[in-house]
Structures are given as structure tokens and as C-alpha cells.
């Protein structure tokens, strides 16, 4: 166990829909990041938060937005579904996403999105 | 970022050691050289990261050469549970960890 939790585990929902999807870092850790893993995109890096401040942006479409709120957990919003958006969704903290590169993540055990 | 190479998949037999290469030609002098491991239907874990020298943890060992333009992973001996995808990763400045294909290890019974 990874002391990440990622709710829910699966969902279900139809194109043009919104969603939000959750995650509680680990005790302690105050940076989060979210990634995308599909069968032919494998592991994208979307988005990273540090207490409550957007750090860093990757692949992240413009119907994807999120949040990182005072107690440190984050919601992950994609909006206008398409079919292309089913995907594993995993988010992972570490314990301050410094300048250095020497910092472990821990990854949640993942959202299954099916867009149906 | 520092771009990394690593073979698409390799086999092992069980209870033998395997070797993961990676090759990261571009990397600067304060980049770190990170390792995860992502089991089928699992989020990635991480299995060990080391910036010169090699490191050896209860997981495996990184064997970093002396130019730092390529590393090793070595798992003494491969069990089934590490049947899995390695990840060869440098981390950009800010800790962005920008994943490739990785390396699909099987373990052979």
C-alpha cells in the first residue's frame, strides 16, 4: 500500500459527460501529480500541484482541469467526454516536488475511466 | 529533459539474476537516474534511484557507469512477481516524471 488513495477505482460514463476523479496524497506530502496511461499513449504526465499551487503542466487537454485544495487533496475535472478519453487515470505524490530530482513518487493504485 | 533508451521487453528465466539496461546519453550532472516498476493492472512503484554511484536497496541494485550515460538494473534473482514493466526514468527540474515504453520483463517459470 502505497498510502495514496485514488476514488473511485472504476467508472462508467457516456461522451459528453463531466467527471471528477479524486486523490488523498500520502500523509505529509504536499505535491501531487496526475497521469493518463492508455493502450497507445501509455504513461502521460498531465499536471502537478505543490500545497495548492499549480507547478508544472504536461499533457493535459483544456476539458481536463484540476485542484488542489487547503487539506491537501486533489480532484482531477474532465469535462466534454470523448470516447479517446477512457484511460487509466493515476495520481502520485511526493513529499515537496523540489528543484531536485532526487525525490521519490508514490502512485495511487488508479481510476478506470470508460467512456462508453 | 534528458531522453532515456531501453529495450522494449526481455526475458528471464526464474531464480536467475537480469540485467535492465538503460542508456541516457544526454544526461546532465545533477540529474538523478530513477527506476519504477509498474505491475499488470497496478500503479507504478518505485524500485531505486541513485547520482553516481550504485546503490543497492532490499529490491535490487543500480549499477551506474562511470560516465553516467547509461545504468543497469540488476534483480539477483527474478521471482514471477517481478514480471512487470521497468521504467528508466530522469526526472526534470521540479520532479515531472515524464515516463517512456519501459522495458516488459517476463519471467519464465
Known amino acids: 500500500d502505497s498510502g495514496v488513495t485514488q476514488t473511485p477505482k472504476h467508472l462508467i460514463t457516456a461522451t459528453g459527460q463531466r467527471v471528477t476523479l479524486r486523490c488523498s496524497p500520502r500523509s505529509g506530502d504536499l505535491s501531487v501529480y496526475w497521469y493518463q496511461q492508455s493502450l497507445d499513449q501509455g504513461l502521460q504526465f498531465l499536471i502537478q500541484y505543490y500545497n495548492g499551487e499549480e507547478r508544472a503542466k504536461g499533457n493535459i487537454l483544456e476539458r481536463f482541469s484540476a485542484q488542489q485544495f487547503p487539506d491537501l487533496h486533489s480532484e482531477l475535472n474532465l469535462s466534454s467526454l470523448e470516447l479517446g478519453d477512457s484511460a487509466l487515470y493515476f495520481c502520485?505524490?511526493?513529499?515537496?516536488?523540489?528543484?531536485?530530482?532526487?525525490?521519490?513518487?508514490?502512485f495511487g493504485s488508479g481510476t478506470q475511466l470508460s467512456v462508453l | 529533459d534528458a531522453k532515456t533508451t531501453q529495450p522494449n521487453s526481455m526475458e528471464s528465466n526464474e531464480e536467475e539474476p537480469v540485467h535492465l539496461p538503460c542508456n541516457h546519453s544526454t544526461i546532465s550532472g545533477t540529474d538523478y537516474i530513477h527506476w519504477y516498476r509498474q505491475l499488470p493492472s497496478q500503479g507504478p512503484e518505485y524500485v531505486i534511484h541513485g547520482l553516481t554511484s550504485n546503490v543497492n536497496n532490499r529490491m535490487a541494485s543500480l549499477a551506474i557507469a562511470e560516465d553516467r550515460k547509461s545504468s543497469t538494473l540488476i534483480l539477483h534473482r527474478a521471482t514471477l512477481r517481478d514480471a512487470a514493466v521497468y521504467y528508466c526514468?530522469?526526472?526534470?527540474?521540479?520532479?515531472?516524471?515524464?515516463f517512456g515504453t519501459g522495458t516488459s520483463l517476463t519471467v519464465i517459470p
Open positions: 526514468i530522469l526526472p526534470s527540474t521540479g520532479n515531472q516524471f515524464y
Open positions: 502520485a505524490s511526493s513529499v515537496t516536488g523540489s528543484r531536485a530530482t532526487n525525490e521519490k513518487l508514490f
